[in-house]
Nanobody
Framework: QVRLAESGGGLVQAGGSLRLSCAAS????????LAWFRQTPENGRVLVAR???????FYADFAKGRFTISVDDAMRTVFLQMTNLTAEDTALYYC???????????WGQGTQVSVSS
């Protein structure tokens, strides 16, 4: 059982930046997707960014050019650097890890990001 704990959310003005962190209770498997999702009442939970095997990265269209996902060398913390935030980025952000070809899928509790326009 991997426990994930997000931090770094908060209230920021439009155009500002935030860096979210996701601390894992143990070293994350390199054979897994490490991802950030966000959830709003209007859109539900959607994928923001995902990194696989330390190198292959996917970004949702709304995140391209503004958000950066990364993992520390110890494979214990996943980051999401967010810049040029808009009110549309207001959401509850979740960290997720999914081990490939397994049923191991873990979520954090979420961290709230609120952007004032």
């Amino acid at each position: 059982q991997v426990r994930l704990a997000e931090s770094g959310g908060g209230l920021v003005q439009a155009g500002g930046s935030l860096r979210l962190s996701c601390a894992a209770s143990e070293r994350l498997s390199s054979n897994s997707f490490l991802a950030w999702f966000r959830q709003t009442p209007e859109n539900g939970r959607v994928l923001v960014a995902r990194i696989y095997n330390g190198g292959e990265i996917f970004y949702a269209d709304f995140a391209k050019g503004r958000f950066t996902i990364s993992v520390d060398d110890a494979m214990r913390t996943v980051f999401l650097q967010m810049t040029n935030l808009t009110a549309e980025d207001t959401a509850l952000y979740y960290c997720n890890t999914l081990v490939i070809q397994s049923a191991l899928n873990f979520w954090g509790q979420g961290t709230q990001v609120s952007v004032s326009s």
